[in-house]
């Protein structure tokens, strides 16, 4: 798979995207980038000694410039076999960058992954969208781990979920695991200084050399010694205490890590 632009950009580096772009990709990757409202950190790397993995993500900006979505999914499985299946889902992205909807959106996305996929291999995804002039951030999550939400008011780190979770029809499966699968999307308000940390499972699924697996309730615990006052600084910061966890037990997995910071209104 290609990169996108700027997708081997040094840690230093700042992308300010452009209305209608689309930055991301499925290659090793870490740098900084400016959205509309929101700043971000990113670090994709991909299981060694492979390239380009299953974990995908994408930052982009819609036409009329005031709305931002970031995506962070995860194709089943690591290594160069399923980077076709990343091209899908970011050809669809692509496609739909405009679209407020995005549970109609990802519902397209697990219809076409379905369709197209083979030998039953499935993704979990989360879709972001931010509103820069309100604050407002709609999220759907299609079976992927849970972010962590930066409350920069209370000055607490919890999970972001889903406040319907007794829907009578099935809802919120991988992607390509059922045709017409119903998803749900939610409306949070994001005040200035608040961080969102989005993560793969290859993170939270971590393993130290006794075995024991990272987990979300140690992921809170190690979001709570982060410092939040920018995206890189958290997203730097989990990344060294996630190899303190880890210590010489190697990766497992694709490990993608997004951070967003919306910056204060007068910056926005």
Known sequence: MAPERGVSESANAVHRLACLELQGGNQASVYRAELRGLSAWVSCRPLHPAA???????????????????????????????STAAERLRDALREHSDDWDQSALIRRLNNSFLEDSADGTFATAILLSHYADTGELLFTNAGHPPPLWYRAALQEWSFLVD??????????????????????????????????????????????????????????????????????????????????????EPAADDETVVTLHRRPTRHA
């Open 52 to 82: 380009s993995g299953g974990d995908l993500y994408y930052l982009s900006v819609c036409s009329q410039g005031s709305i931002s979505r970031v995506t962070v999914a995860d194709v089943a499985g690591h290594g160069e076999g399923v």
């Open 163 to 248: 406040v319907t979770p007794y829907s009578k029809e099935i809802a919120d499966l991988p992607l390509g695991v059922i045709a017409g699968t119903a998803y749900t999307q939610t409306a949070v308000q994001l005040e200035p200084d608040d961080l969102l940390l989005v993560y793969t499972d290859g993170v939270s699924e971590a393993h130290d050399i006794r075995g024991e697996m990272l987990g979300l309730d140690r992921l809170q615990e190690i979001a709570g010694g982060l410092p939040t006052g920018s995206a890189s600084a958290a997203g730097e910061a989990f990344l060294g205490a996630l190899a303190d966890f880890r210590g010489s």
